[in-house]
């Protein structure tokens, strides 16, 4: 079994049966893993303030209930993977993650990317090149999730292929 795969089976096995249906998404990197959990959205007739205040404060409950919980196996987590472990919850259409982390990350770029960075800045998107990079990132993630998908899955195939080959 692969890392990414020994990370789900692990959280799987750990998670309370009432955390995981339907099955937690959990996405890892070099620094962290998410575990995003779904939890029922409340009933409503229409998608108004009252239904986002009721599916919000649903997170929010879920949230403080099930704090230590959450807690004690992300200690568990990190001990095990070495990665801190973040936790998110969908309801309905919402989605709040707690605890993510911002790592930085170093990069080159030539002077004709370094202006839409600056342009990014001089109209007010971003705050700073480090939040207009964020931000661009960001727009091509939700923009290309489908070709990222598809890349990730390619790249698995290559990490099989590369395994069931000769060891040197």
């Not at 009721?54 to 959450?70: C, V």
Request: charged share 30%; with cysteine; proline share 4%.
């Amino acid at each position: 079994m692969d890392e990414v795969g020994a990370v789900k089976a692990w959280f799987g096995a750990r998670l309370p049966s009432e955390w995981n249906e339907p099955v937690a998404e959990v996405v890892t990197d070099r620094e962290e893993i998410m575990v995003r959990l779904v939890i029922a959205a409340p009933e409503a007739t229409d998608d108004g303030p009252a239904f986002r205040e009721a599916t919000a404060g649903g997170i929010a409950r879920f949230r403080e209930e099930t704090r230590e919980r959450r807690i004690q196996i992300a200690r568990e987590a990190e001990h095990r993977f070495g990665r801190k472990v973040a936790w998110a919850v969908t309801s309905g259409e919402e989605t709040e993650v707690f605890t993510s982390l911002s790592v930085p990350v170093m990069t080159r770029l030539r002077q004709s990317e370094r202006l839409v960075l600056d342009t990014l800045v001089d109209a007010g998107v971003a705050r700073s090149r480090a939040h207009a990079l964020a931000w661009c990132v960001r727009l091509v993630g939700d923009n290309t999730s489908t070709w990222l998908g598809d890349l990730r899955t390619a790249m698995e195939e290559v990490e099989k292929v590369r395994k069931a080959g000769p060891t040197s």
